[in-house]
Protein backbone atom coordinates (compact mmCIF):
# COMPACT_ATOMS: atom_id res chain seq x y z
CA UNK A 1 0.00 0.00 0.00
CA UNK A 2 1.16 3.10 -1.03
CA UNK A 3 2.53 5.99 1.70
CA UNK A 4 -0.27 8.39 0.65
CA UNK A 5 -3.34 5.42 0.94
CA UNK A 6 -2.30 4.70 4.30
CA UNK A 7 -2.57 8.61 5.51
CA UNK A 8 -5.21 8.81 4.14
CA UNK A 9 -6.95 5.61 5.47
CA UNK A 10 -5.94 6.10 9.24
CA UNK A 11 -5.50 10.11 9.22
CA UNK A 12 -8.01 10.95 6.79
CA UNK A 13 -5.32 13.37 4.31
CA UNK A 14 -6.51 14.22 1.28
CA UNK A 15 -4.84 13.34 -1.95
CA UNK A 16 -4.44 17.26 -2.90
CA UNK A 17 -3.06 17.95 1.15
CA UNK A 18 -0.83 14.85 0.41
CA UNK A 19 0.67 16.05 -3.15
CA UNK A 20 0.88 20.10 -1.75
CA UNK A 21 2.72 19.36 0.99
CA UNK A 22 4.80 16.80 -1.37
CA UNK A 23 5.90 18.82 -3.62
CA UNK A 24 6.99 21.70 -1.28
CA UNK A 25 9.07 18.74 0.09
CA UNK A 26 10.70 18.32 -2.73
CA UNK A 27 12.29 21.52 -2.89
CA UNK A 28 13.14 22.38 0.75
CA UNK A 29 15.29 18.79 0.77
CA UNK A 30 17.02 19.86 -2.30
CA UNK A 31 17.81 23.49 -1.40
CA UNK A 32 18.45 22.87 3.08
CA UNK A 33 18.86 19.04 3.87
CA UNK A 34 22.32 18.75 2.80
CA UNK A 35 23.44 21.36 4.84
CA UNK A 36 22.00 20.17 7.97
CA UNK A 37 23.55 16.53 7.71
CA UNK A 38 26.87 17.97 7.33
CA UNK A 39 26.45 19.84 10.75
CA UNK A 40 24.44 16.16 11.96
CA UNK A 41 27.90 14.34 11.20
CA UNK A 42 30.41 16.66 12.62
CA UNK A 43 28.23 17.02 15.68
CA UNK A 44 27.91 12.91 15.76
CA UNK A 45 31.32 12.33 15.64
CA UNK A 46 32.22 15.00 18.40
CA UNK A 47 30.01 13.15 20.74
CA UNK A 48 31.30 9.79 20.06
CA UNK A 49 34.97 11.72 20.65
CA UNK A 50 33.90 13.24 23.99
CA UNK A 51 32.73 9.63 25.33
CA UNK A 52 35.58 7.37 24.22
CA UNK A 53 38.00 10.48 25.68
CA UNK A 54 36.31 10.21 28.61
CA UNK A 55 36.75 5.86 28.99
CA UNK A 56 32.97 5.91 29.53
CA UNK A 57 32.38 2.12 30.43
CA UNK A 58 28.91 0.00 31.24
CA UNK A 59 30.12 0.30 34.97
CA UNK A 60 28.73 4.17 34.66
CA UNK A 61 25.44 2.85 34.23
CA UNK A 62 25.19 1.57 37.57
CA UNK A 63 24.12 4.24 40.22
CA UNK A 64 24.07 4.77 43.98
CA UNK A 65 21.94 5.14 46.68
CA UNK A 66 21.40 7.71 50.04
CA UNK A 67 23.59 10.60 49.37
CA UNK A 68 25.00 8.98 45.97
CA UNK A 69 28.67 10.13 47.08
CA UNK A 70 31.25 8.07 44.75
CA UNK A 71 28.39 7.73 41.86
CA UNK A 72 30.98 7.27 38.95
CA UNK A 73 27.98 7.53 36.33
CA UNK A 74 26.94 10.80 37.88
CA UNK A 75 30.71 11.58 37.22
CA UNK A 76 31.21 10.23 33.79
CA UNK A 77 27.95 12.60 32.86
CA UNK A 78 29.20 15.44 33.89
CA UNK A 79 32.69 14.82 32.58
CA UNK A 80 31.58 13.68 29.36
CA UNK A 81 29.06 16.96 29.09
CA UNK A 82 31.94 19.28 29.61
CA UNK A 83 34.05 17.49 27.02
CA UNK A 84 31.07 18.01 24.35
CA UNK A 85 30.56 21.29 25.12
CA UNK A 86 34.51 22.44 25.85
CA UNK A 87 34.05 23.73 29.29
CA UNK A 88 35.72 23.42 32.11
CA UNK A 89 33.23 21.73 34.42
CA UNK A 90 29.75 20.72 33.92
CA UNK A 91 26.53 20.01 36.34
CA UNK A 92 24.28 17.76 34.90
CA UNK A 93 21.44 16.06 36.82
CA UNK A 94 18.18 14.80 37.16
CA UNK A 95 17.09 17.07 40.36
CA UNK A 96 16.97 20.08 37.26
CA UNK A 97 13.58 19.89 36.73
CA UNK A 98 13.63 22.34 33.96
CA UNK A 99 15.53 24.76 31.55
CA UNK A 100 14.34 27.54 33.51
CA UNK A 101 15.30 25.95 37.17
CA UNK A 102 19.00 25.56 35.24
CA UNK A 103 18.82 29.40 34.92
CA UNK A 104 17.35 29.97 37.90
CA UNK A 105 19.81 28.22 39.70
CA UNK A 106 22.84 29.75 37.60
CA UNK A 107 21.49 33.68 38.22
CA UNK A 108 20.71 32.68 42.11
CA UNK A 109 24.50 31.61 42.73
CA UNK A 110 26.37 34.32 40.88
CA UNK A 111 23.99 37.08 41.84
CA UNK A 112 24.25 38.59 45.20
CA UNK A 113 22.33 41.69 47.37
CA UNK A 114 23.02 44.88 44.66
CA UNK A 115 24.42 43.44 41.75
CA UNK A 116 23.06 43.91 38.43
CA UNK A 117 21.67 41.66 35.94
CA UNK A 118 21.36 42.94 32.28
CA UNK A 119 19.54 40.93 29.28
CA UNK A 120 21.37 41.75 26.29
CA UNK A 121 18.94 40.21 23.80
CA UNK A 122 15.70 42.10 24.71
CA UNK A 123 13.09 40.61 26.58
CA UNK A 124 13.07 37.65 28.08
CA UNK A 125 11.36 34.16 27.65
CA UNK A 126 8.10 34.61 30.18
CA UNK A 127 8.97 32.55 32.70
CA UNK A 128 12.09 34.24 33.26
CA UNK A 129 10.87 37.68 33.74
CA UNK A 130 8.54 35.49 36.63
CA UNK A 131 12.29 34.21 38.05
CA UNK A 132 13.73 38.03 37.97
CA UNK A 133 10.31 39.33 40.11
CA UNK A 134 9.79 41.37 36.52
CA UNK A 135 6.28 39.87 36.53
CA UNK A 136 4.06 37.68 38.33
CA UNK A 137 5.83 38.84 42.12
CA UNK A 138 6.18 35.41 42.96
CA UNK A 139 8.11 34.66 45.93
CA UNK A 140 12.39 34.03 46.10
CA UNK A 141 12.82 35.64 42.67
CA UNK A 142 15.57 37.22 42.05
CA UNK A 143 14.39 40.98 42.94
CA UNK A 144 13.41 40.22 46.30
CA UNK A 145 16.68 39.12 46.64
CA UNK A 146 18.13 42.14 46.05
CA UNK A 147 19.20 41.66 42.60
CA UNK A 148 18.78 44.83 40.24
CA UNK A 149 17.78 44.53 36.40
CA UNK A 150 18.05 45.67 33.18
CA UNK A 151 17.44 44.94 29.51
CA UNK A 152 18.87 46.53 26.31
CA UNK A 153 16.21 46.24 23.53
CA UNK A 154 16.99 44.28 19.63
CA UNK A 155 17.90 46.34 16.66
CA UNK A 156 14.72 46.64 14.53
CA UNK A 157 16.26 43.68 12.19
CA UNK A 158 16.91 41.77 15.36
CA UNK A 159 20.44 42.10 16.40
CA UNK A 160 22.30 42.89 19.41
CA UNK A 161 23.22 46.61 20.25
CA UNK A 162 26.30 45.54 21.44
CA UNK A 163 27.27 49.82 21.98
CA UNK A 164 24.11 50.23 24.21
CA UNK A 165 24.71 47.11 26.16
CA UNK A 166 28.19 48.70 27.13
CA UNK A 167 27.15 51.67 28.05
CA UNK A 168 24.21 50.49 29.89
CA UNK A 169 27.13 48.35 32.33
CA UNK A 170 27.50 49.89 35.75
CA UNK A 171 29.99 49.49 38.63
CA UNK A 172 27.41 47.42 40.04
CA UNK A 173 26.59 45.10 36.86
CA UNK A 174 27.57 41.63 37.51
CA UNK A 175 26.16 39.05 34.65
CA UNK A 176 25.46 39.78 30.87
CA UNK A 177 22.60 37.40 29.87
CA UNK A 178 22.06 36.00 26.59
CA UNK A 179 19.05 34.35 25.02
CA UNK A 180 19.98 32.41 22.03
CA UNK A 181 16.56 31.13 20.88
CA UNK A 182 13.30 32.71 19.69
CA UNK A 183 11.54 32.17 22.61
CA UNK A 184 7.97 33.96 22.69
CA UNK A 185 9.61 36.72 20.50
CA UNK A 186 9.22 36.92 17.07
CA UNK A 187 12.80 37.19 15.85
CA UNK A 188 15.46 34.59 14.47
CA UNK A 189 17.46 32.87 17.02
CA UNK A 190 21.32 34.26 17.32
CA UNK A 191 24.08 31.74 15.63
CA UNK A 192 26.96 30.72 17.16
CA UNK A 193 28.76 33.53 14.70
CA UNK A 194 26.90 36.63 16.14
CA UNK A 195 26.84 35.40 20.15
CA UNK A 196 30.29 35.17 19.06
CA UNK A 197 30.82 38.79 17.64
CA UNK A 198 28.64 40.58 20.33
CA UNK A 199 30.76 38.94 23.33
CA UNK A 200 34.03 39.81 21.87
CA UNK A 201 32.97 43.70 21.49
CA UNK A 202 31.88 43.62 24.87
CA UNK A 203 34.99 42.05 26.63
CA UNK A 204 37.37 44.55 24.52
CA UNK A 205 35.41 46.83 27.29
CA UNK A 206 34.84 44.95 29.75
CA UNK A 207 36.91 41.72 29.62
CA UNK A 208 35.85 40.37 33.20
CA UNK A 209 32.32 40.70 33.14
CA UNK A 210 30.38 37.45 33.90
CA UNK A 211 28.69 36.37 29.90
CA UNK A 212 25.96 33.51 30.53
CA UNK A 213 24.18 31.93 27.52
CA UNK A 214 20.44 30.61 27.68
CA UNK A 215 21.13 28.24 25.33
CA UNK A 216 17.88 26.20 25.27
CA UNK A 217 16.85 24.58 21.92
CA UNK A 218 20.22 25.40 19.79
CA UNK A 219 22.21 22.39 21.13
CA UNK A 220 23.95 20.85 18.40
CA UNK A 221 22.16 23.26 15.34
CA UNK A 222 25.36 24.42 14.51
CA UNK A 223 29.02 22.68 15.21
CA UNK A 224 30.07 24.80 17.70
CA UNK A 225 28.48 26.22 21.18
CA UNK A 226 28.10 29.31 22.82
CA UNK A 227 30.86 27.90 25.57
CA UNK A 228 33.73 27.84 22.59
CA UNK A 229 33.34 31.45 21.53
CA UNK A 230 33.36 33.39 25.14
CA UNK A 231 30.18 32.27 27.50
CA UNK A 232 31.43 31.55 31.35
CA UNK A 233 27.87 29.81 31.71
CA UNK A 234 26.16 27.98 29.42
CA UNK A 235 22.63 26.46 30.21
CA UNK A 236 20.00 23.82 28.80
CA UNK A 237 17.32 21.48 29.38
CA UNK A 238 18.01 17.83 28.75
CA UNK A 239 14.55 17.32 27.56
CA UNK A 240 14.87 19.69 25.06
CA UNK A 241 17.73 19.27 21.81
CA UNK A 242 20.86 17.61 24.04
CA UNK A 243 18.54 14.64 25.92
CA UNK A 244 17.69 13.10 22.36
CA UNK A 245 14.67 12.35 23.62
CA UNK A 246 16.01 9.71 25.35
CA UNK A 247 16.25 11.65 28.67
CA UNK A 248 13.50 11.52 31.10
CA UNK A 249 14.05 14.52 33.06
CA UNK A 250 16.85 17.27 34.14
CA UNK A 251 19.13 20.03 32.84
CA UNK A 252 22.72 21.06 32.60
CA UNK A 253 24.94 23.76 33.34
CA UNK A 254 28.47 24.39 31.85
CA UNK A 255 31.40 26.46 31.95
CA UNK A 256 34.16 27.98 34.30
CA UNK A 257 34.79 25.27 37.20
CA UNK A 258 34.65 28.32 39.75
CA UNK A 259 31.31 29.42 38.65
CA UNK A 260 29.56 25.63 38.34
CA UNK A 261 31.54 25.32 42.25
CA UNK A 262 28.87 27.82 43.37
CA UNK A 263 25.98 26.54 41.39
CA UNK A 264 26.59 22.98 42.66
CA UNK A 265 26.60 24.80 46.52
CA UNK A 266 23.30 26.29 45.30
CA UNK A 267 21.96 22.77 44.22
CA UNK A 268 22.93 20.73 46.91
CA UNK A 269 24.63 22.78 50.25
CA UNK A 270 27.91 24.36 50.62
CA UNK A 271 30.42 21.85 51.14
CA UNK A 272 28.99 19.08 49.92
CA UNK A 273 28.57 20.78 46.13
CA UNK A 274 28.77 18.57 43.45
CA UNK A 275 30.15 15.15 45.74
CA UNK A 276 26.52 14.19 46.30
CA UNK A 277 22.85 14.20 44.49
CA UNK A 278 21.44 10.45 43.17
CA UNK A 279 21.13 9.99 39.87
CA UNK A 280 18.36 8.01 40.16
CA UNK A 281 19.37 5.59 37.54
CA UNK A 282 19.33 7.93 34.63
CA UNK A 283 22.94 7.53 33.86
CA UNK A 284 22.43 5.20 30.82
CA UNK A 285 19.02 7.67 29.44
CA UNK A 286 21.49 11.08 30.12
CA UNK A 287 23.98 9.34 27.66
CA UNK A 288 21.91 7.38 25.23
CA UNK A 289 20.14 10.64 24.67
CA UNK A 290 23.11 12.53 24.04
CA UNK A 291 24.38 9.98 21.86
CA UNK A 292 21.21 10.44 19.80
CA UNK A 293 20.73 14.04 20.60
CA UNK A 294 22.86 15.18 17.05
CA UNK A 295 20.55 12.74 15.06
CA UNK A 296 17.23 13.89 16.71
CA UNK A 297 18.64 17.73 16.32
CA UNK A 298 18.89 17.53 12.38
CA UNK A 299 15.03 15.46 12.62
CA UNK A 300 13.56 18.43 14.16
CA UNK A 301 15.54 20.86 12.35
CA UNK A 302 13.72 19.51 8.85
CA UNK A 303 10.12 19.21 10.42
CA UNK A 304 10.64 23.06 11.44
CA UNK A 305 11.45 23.44 7.88
CA UNK A 306 8.63 22.00 6.34
CA UNK A 307 6.46 23.60 8.34
CA UNK A 308 7.82 26.61 7.51
CA UNK A 309 8.01 26.28 3.90
CA UNK A 310 4.39 25.02 3.80
CA UNK A 311 2.75 27.65 5.42
CA UNK A 312 4.89 30.28 4.36
CA UNK A 313 3.46 29.64 0.92
CA UNK A 314 0.31 29.83 2.12
CA UNK A 315 1.23 33.56 2.80
CA UNK A 316 1.55 33.42 6.83
CA UNK A 317 4.74 34.92 7.98
CA UNK A 318 7.30 33.05 9.52
CA UNK A 319 10.41 33.35 11.92
CA UNK A 320 12.86 31.95 10.98
CA UNK A 321 12.75 32.39 7.13
CA UNK A 322 13.70 30.02 4.87
CA UNK A 323 16.58 31.66 3.40
CA UNK A 324 18.07 32.62 7.05
CA UNK A 325 20.71 30.44 8.68
CA UNK A 326 18.94 28.44 11.75
CA UNK A 327 20.05 28.64 15.37
CA UNK A 328 17.48 26.75 16.73
CA UNK A 329 14.55 24.16 16.17
CA UNK A 330 11.74 26.47 16.53
CA UNK A 331 9.53 27.68 13.85
CA UNK A 332 7.16 30.21 14.68
CA UNK A 333 4.66 31.38 12.36
CA UNK A 334 2.31 34.39 12.83
CA UNK A 335 -1.65 34.13 12.08
CA UNK A 336 -2.98 37.30 13.58
CA UNK A 337 -5.78 35.28 14.07
CA UNK A 338 -6.30 33.06 17.47
CA UNK A 339 -8.54 30.55 15.89
CA UNK A 340 -6.19 29.40 13.80
CA UNK A 341 -3.35 29.52 16.34
CA UNK A 342 -5.71 27.02 18.49
CA UNK A 343 -6.36 25.15 15.63
CA UNK A 344 -2.86 24.18 14.44
CA UNK A 345 -1.75 23.58 17.99
CA UNK A 346 -5.15 20.40 18.13
CA UNK A 347 -3.76 19.84 15.07
CA UNK A 348 -0.15 18.70 15.91
CA UNK A 349 -1.52 17.73 19.12
CA UNK A 350 -3.84 15.11 17.34
CA UNK A 351 -0.65 14.03 15.20
CA UNK A 352 0.93 12.71 18.90
CA UNK A 353 1.31 8.97 19.04
CA UNK A 354 0.76 10.07 23.27
CA UNK A 355 -2.45 11.59 23.71
CA UNK A 356 -3.44 12.07 20.36
CA UNK A 357 -7.37 11.86 21.37
CA UNK A 358 -6.77 14.61 23.77
CA UNK A 359 -7.85 18.05 22.62
CA UNK A 360 -5.75 20.82 24.02
CA UNK A 361 -7.34 24.22 24.69
CA UNK A 362 -5.83 27.62 26.65
CA UNK A 363 -5.63 28.02 30.16
CA UNK A 364 -3.82 30.21 32.76
CA UNK A 365 -0.22 28.03 32.95
CA UNK A 366 1.49 28.99 35.86
CA UNK A 367 4.70 31.20 35.15
CA UNK A 368 3.17 32.66 31.78
CA UNK A 369 1.39 36.25 31.92
CA UNK A 370 -1.06 35.15 29.18
CA UNK A 371 -3.22 31.63 28.91
CA UNK A 372 -0.88 29.46 26.65
CA UNK A 373 -2.26 26.50 24.72
CA UNK A 374 0.46 23.54 24.25
CA UNK A 375 0.10 20.47 22.22
CA UNK A 376 2.76 17.97 23.75
CA UNK A 377 1.48 14.57 22.99
CA UNK A 378 5.04 13.13 24.36
CA UNK A 379 6.73 10.00 25.63
CA UNK A 380 8.60 12.09 28.35
CA UNK A 381 5.98 14.69 29.71
CA UNK A 382 6.76 18.19 28.72
CA UNK A 383 9.76 17.23 26.36
CA UNK A 384 9.96 19.41 23.70
CA UNK A 385 12.48 17.94 21.46
CA UNK A 386 9.25 15.95 21.10
CA UNK A 387 7.48 17.29 18.51
CA UNK A 388 5.59 20.02 20.41
CA UNK A 389 3.56 23.52 19.79
CA UNK A 390 3.02 26.26 21.70
CA UNK A 391 1.44 30.04 21.91
CA UNK A 392 0.90 32.26 24.14
CA UNK A 393 -3.00 34.22 23.10
CA UNK A 394 -2.34 37.50 22.60
CA UNK A 395 -1.43 39.30 19.60
CA UNK A 396 -0.11 39.16 16.88
CA UNK A 397 -1.28 35.34 17.73
CA UNK A 398 2.41 33.39 17.12
CA UNK A 399 2.36 29.51 17.13
CA UNK A 400 6.20 28.29 18.13
CA UNK A 401 6.62 24.84 16.49
CA UNK A 402 9.91 22.84 17.92
CA UNK A 403 10.83 19.38 18.30
CA UNK A 404 9.69 15.91 16.15
CA UNK A 405 12.54 12.32 16.77
CA UNK A 406 11.78 11.68 13.31
CA UNK A 407 11.42 13.68 10.21
CA UNK A 408 8.17 11.38 9.26
CA UNK A 409 6.55 12.27 12.18
CA UNK A 410 6.75 16.18 11.54
CA UNK A 411 5.67 15.82 8.01
CA UNK A 412 2.43 13.91 9.18
CA UNK A 413 2.02 17.28 11.56
CA UNK A 414 2.37 19.73 8.56
CA UNK A 415 -0.25 17.35 6.75
CA UNK A 416 -2.77 17.16 9.35
CA UNK A 417 -3.05 20.94 10.29
CA UNK A 418 -3.38 21.77 6.92
CA UNK A 419 -6.36 18.96 6.25
CA UNK A 420 -7.57 20.66 9.64
CA UNK A 421 -7.39 24.57 8.69
CA UNK A 422 -8.81 23.76 4.99
CA UNK A 423 -12.06 25.28 6.21
CA UNK A 424 -10.23 28.46 8.00
CA UNK A 425 -8.67 31.91 5.97
CA UNK A 426 -9.49 30.39 2.93
CA UNK A 427 -6.68 27.61 2.75
CA UNK A 428 -8.28 25.38 0.49
CA UNK A 429 -8.38 27.79 -1.90
CA UNK A 430 -4.43 28.73 -1.77
CA UNK A 431 -3.86 24.98 -1.85
CA UNK A 432 -5.78 24.08 -4.83
CA UNK A 433 -5.01 26.94 -6.99
Known sequence: MLTKEILNRDFGISKKVFNYVTQIEEKVKEEHFAEIDKIREANQYKVIAAMQENRLDYTHFYWNTGYGYGDVGREKVESIFASVFHTEDALVRPSIASGTHALYLTLSSILQYGDEVIA???KPYDTLLTVLGEENNEPCNL??????????????????????????????????MFQRSTGYSFRKAFTVEQLKDAIDKIRKVYPHICIMVDNCYGEFIDTSEPSEVGADVTVGSLIKNPGGGIALSGGYIVGKKIIIDRIANRLTAPGVGKEIGLTFGTTRNTLQGLFFAPHIASEALKGAILFGAVFNSLGYDIIPKLTDKRSDIIQAIKFKNPELVIKICQAIQSASPVDAHVTPEPWDMPGYTNQVIMASGAFVSGSSIE??????????????IQGGLFYDHSKLAVMLSLQQMLELDNIEAKITK
Do not use: M, N
Not at 145 to 168: M, N, R
Not at 387 to 400: F, G, H, M, T, V
Open 143 to 176: KEQGVLYKEVALFEDGSIDCDTVIKTITGKTKLL
Open 387 to 400: LSADAPIRDPYIAY
Open 120 to 122: VTG
